[in-house]
Nanobody, 123 residues
Framework: QVQLAESGGGLVQAGGSLRLSCTAS????????MGWFRQAPGKEREFVAA????????YYADSVKGRFTISRDNAKKAVYLQMNSLKPEDTAVYYC????????????????WGQGTQVTVSP
């Protein structure tokens, strides 16, 4: 069992940066691939980025490629999302998720979810 908790959201102007953190409880954090998703009001939850168990492989949605960076620290049981050059369309609640198999871009492939953290980007 893994419990996830996100932090680091907030209000930022367009062009600014934020770093989201997600910390995990439990002993098996390093057994899970991790992902970040986001959900804007009235929209479905969408994939943002994923990282494999060792941290050696990362994958990004086209909309954030080159601006966002996902990383993890298994010793600290944490995964991060560095977000640069933020745009108003990045405004959403951001969720971290942990999973052990399936498509990295599909929410149903992830077994554990955090409560989410709000990111608001003003024009």
């Amino acid at each position: 069992q893994v419990q996830l908790a996100e932090s680091g959201g907030g209000l930022v102007q367009a062009g600014g940066s934020l770093r989201l953190s997600c910390t995990a409880s439990g002993r098996t954090f390093s057994s899970y691939s991790m992902g970040w998703f986001r959900q804007a009001p009235g929209k479905e939850r969408e994939f943002v980025a994923a990282i494999n168990r060792s941290g050696g492989f990362t994958y990004y949605a086209d909309s954030v490629k080159g601006r966002f960076t996902i990383s993890r620290d298994n010793a600290k049981k944490a995964v991060y999302l560095q977000m640069n050059s933020l745009k108003p369309e990045d405004t959403a609640v951001y969720y971290c998720a942990g999973g052990s198999g399936g498509s990295r871009t599909e929410p149903r492939s992830y077994d554990y979810w955090g409560q989410g953290t709000q990111v608001t980007v003003s024009p």
